[in-house]
């Protein structure tokens, strides 16, 4: 993509109303902008992030058995109030009136909707388990929303819904998301700690909220340091991470019940990204949603819900992936993979070299934005590191004239001189 | 994908309310069920659908140069008082109040929107110019919603607006986006005729419909036999279809000005499923979308919106392409390319040759229905020819004594005896 007609309108200045890196950032960088409080239109810039995101979400719910399928952004009244969870639901619902003065509302979740369709749809224990899911907006009426994307109102989130025949498969099930989660965020270069949300009693509700680390994040963590070697041995063992002890600041009371000794303690920053509940019964017995068992007997489906917040997640690996000059993205989630600068746009010999990078980095399936606008080096540098593509390539006249191109890790600061082709070979590797 | 595992609830009964055929096929194929009136969920076969359809969108959009982006499907009443459309749009629009009693609306299109991000963000004719997209879910509260997809409140479309300096450069943007019109239709196995919505002043609007041609299309369509020789030619050659006559039943006068003579004329069913407008400063005068021109006064952008019934595309695609036994996909846009019908199930030779044959066509990236049921041969044949995959596979007993499978190409009903080797390797091909 050409700089000079992509539509990437970046800032100079921080926008007044933001107050945490992220949203300044992706304000910045031309990523976002507000329609309205708590409502953000994306910008291309933006949008490839958010869909390399959703991408990835979407692959490890694929790999872990769950089919994907899209309910309605709109649903009616009349199936939340079989759940009773209409009016307790409170302000955060965006509800609406029809034409018809039907009531509806702009969905917040989907249990309901996914337990209707189960139920209309699924009669036999043959057909369980089952792991269904969606991506779609959804809208919370947050009465301050705030930090951009991070706590929007409009949001869009991956949504998944396990139906089991009994207690063991939906615990295989959880189990089964459980792990999913961990292989997901990882992919994005993000470390998560999983925690309980909940105690509950033997038996009860099993929920856990996975909180990824971010030095600006807004919660503070605690946690057992033999998190960080079971992270590190890149193995995902359910029963270890099940006995570590990992807390947000809300919960953690310091020498309270399984705290570890403070030197087996880690103390951190962390951001609420997903959430993953098992409520058994709940929906499908206020909802009717029972198969033929084994023996012929109707069997109300035990569920469980997962949720990965994947608009937040943009906010959220921007908090854990920046420093002073602006983002640096993780290669898996980058826009682009390169930044080519053109330090000299308009002098024939630097536009030559540049237009036949571009063309063979293009060719060569890497995603590049180049930076063939006719302005100041120094613009066009403070720009590239703002949108923190993992790899800059500058070509200047000193360079061009020595055969020499400048090849920049973003993430590391790291520089090296190299022709062209050697340049291209590398990035290409 | 194996049927026994993928949520696919087929029905063998036609639904009593569906009263066209692409209706009752995608309840019937299992594609999508209704969650309230006029909305419907995706179920993972129509999802699969719809998604090849969008992106086809996209990819011919984003050859024409235009530029995704995504705005929000919730918009303030605010901008839509500063075009004028607030009060003039009338019940179709969702009228929203949020917590704090602003009025919101669930957007029925984005003139305002982008006009507004247009603004806010672009300066300068230097920076024209620009179409940008999204493929983003609308509303309209249509009174009676009906025919399933085909006209419902919630869906999903694609819209495309372009911002030029003067109208030569609009009607360059116009053309172009005509054109990435007509190729995306073809990839889709449709057939499109422009028709000119609107005859207007010279220099006055320009506007035209694409509709597809379906025998059991909603309006009819009369156009000149020239148009098809045109098509067949692979050409598109926008002066000569511009001389052409088309026009709905809606607006055809027989024998009336510019009507060519009957044996030049062809009438036939279509769908409307394209609009594109080009609307001046229509937007861009009444919201202050200003850009500084080459002699730095201000102008005010021309303008033009063009859209894309992405999900009514579906049932378009399934009124054009049925026959009594059901759908009948075309390659570029079905769910999956090959089903794979295993006549005896639990039958240790059927199993194994099935199982090797899908492995092989998996690991060959050939997408493939495997119906892996424990179920009638009956059963199997109906359920595949209504969801209409291009190709079909069976596997026998006898068959596979003899070293042989059937390969029937739904379409033609063509079938052949071949070794699963062949068969492979015809698929592959």
Not at 354 to 383: H, M, P, Q, S
Request: overall charge negative; charged content about 25%.
């Amino acid at each position: 993509m050409r700089r000079s007609s992509f539509f990437l309108p970046t800032l100079k200045e921080t926008p007044s109303e933001a107050q945490i890196a992220s949203h300044r950032l992706m304000l910045r960088a031309g990523m976002i902008r507000q329609s309205a409080a708590g409502i953000y239109s994306w910008l291309p810039l933006g949008l490839k992030v958010l869909r390399r995101i959703e991408q990835i979400v979407r692959e490890e719910q694929d790999a872990a058995g769950a089919q994907e399928l899209l309910m309605p952004t709109i649903q009616s009244a009349d199936i939340w109030r079989e759940s009773g969870r209409y009016d307790a639901y409170g302000k955060e619902m965006l509800r609406i009136r029809d034409r018809h003065d039907r009531e509806m509302l702009f969905g917040p979740t989907n249990e309901e909707l996914i337990t209707q369709l189960f139920r209309d749809n699924v009669k036999s224990y043959r057909d369980l388990p089952k792991i269904l899911y969606h991506i779609q907006w959804k809208f919370r009426d947050e009465v301050r929303p705030r930090f951009g994307v991070m706590r929007g109102r409009e949001f869009l989130m991956k949504d998944s819904y396990s139906f089991d025949l009994d207690f063991e498969g939906a615990k295989k099930s959880y189990e089964t998301m459980f792990t999913a989660y961990l292989k997901t965020f990882k992919r994005m270069g993000l470390t998560a700690i999983p925690m309980r949300a909940d105690s509950g009693a033997i038996g009860g509700n099993l929920t856990h909220e996975f909180h990824i680390l971010a030095e600006t994040g807004e919660s503070g963590v605690f946690y057992d340091v033999a998190y960080d070697e079971l992270a590190a041995k890149g193995e995902i063992d359910l029963e270890a991470l099940d006995r570590l002890y990992a807390a947000t600041d809300e919960k953690h009371v310091p020498g309270g019940p399984g705290v570890p000794p403070a030197e087996q303690l880690r103390e951190a920053r962390g951001i609420e990204v997903g959430h993953i509940f098992y409520f058994g019964t709940k929906y499908s017995k206020a909802m009717n949603a029972v198969v033929q068992g084994p023996n012929g007997d109707p069997v109300a489906v035990e569920m469980g819900s997962y949720g990965i917040g994947v608009s937040r997640l943009v906010g959220a690996i921007i908090e854990a992936h920046h420093d002073e000059r602006g983002i640096i993205w993780p290669a898996s989630v980058a826009p682009f993979q390169v930044g080519l600068i053109n330090l000299k746009s308009g002098d024939t010999a630097c536009d030559a070299v540049c237009e036949d990078l571009y063309t063979k980095l293009t060719a060569a399936g890497i995603e590049t934005l180049y930076d063939d606008r006719d302005d100041r080096a120094g613009v066009k540098f403070a720009d590239m590191d703002l949108i923190g593509l993992p790899w800059q390539v500058v070509i200047g006249p000193k360079g061009v004239a020595a055969g020499i191109v400048e090849l920049k890790n973003r993430a590391t600061g790291e520089r090296v001189e190299l022709s062209a082709e050697a340049a291209l070979a590398r990035l290409a590797g």
